[in-house]
């Protein structure tokens, strides 16, 4: 390669818009609460990810009786982007299983879930709990039939 076109490849190199590793937040928790303890929050650390990779976050909420199993993970992800999907598992009487998951790359820690509210919010507005549909307007949070959050 000639000089000129090595001072050209350079020169265009540096006019290219600047793409880095995605710093994300990192969380693994797995804990069981009494239900009367919910909703929770948590503090979450920070990671650097490979090249390429997103950011995600993942709740999953078990129910049987008067405990709550709650388990966490945040962090890097090869997956592919997704919105802020909930499911319903199982619901009660008795056994409960809920999940929260999110994939992002559209910014630093955009993976920033930091309590338990999306997701007890939706139980408790099944009629277990006290919480409702006031703690789920004071989050911004709307949810349709299929349960995804938008907003």
């Known amino acids: 390669m000639s000089s000129t ?24 928790i797995e804990t069981v609460l009494n239900t009367s303890q919910m909703p929770v929050e948590w503090t979450n650390g920070k990671k650097t ?6 950011c995600q976050d993942t709740l999953m909420l078990i129910e049987n ?4 199993n709650l388990v966490l993970t945040k962090g890097c992800t090869s997956e592919k982007d997704h919105e802020v999907q909930v499911t319903e598992h199982r619901t009660g009487p008795g056994l409960s299983v809920i999940s929260y998951t999110h994939v992002c790359r559209h910014r630093d820690l ?11 919010s939706l139980h408790t507005e099944k009629g277990v709990g006290q919480l409702g549909a006031q703690e789920e307007e004071r989050e911004g949070a709307v949810w349709s039939k299929e349960h995804r959050a938008e907003g």
Not at 10 to 28: E, I, M, N, R, S
């Open 5 to 28: 076109s090595l001072l050209a490849l350079l020169g265009v190199t540096f006019l290219l818009p600047c793409v880095h590793a995605l710093d994300c937040q990192w969380a693994a």
């Open 49 to 54: 990810c490979d090249f390429g990779d997103g």
């Open 65 to 68: 009786g008067p405990q709550v």
């Open 110 to 120: 955009c993976n920033d879930l930091s309590t338990s509210v999306p997701l007890w």
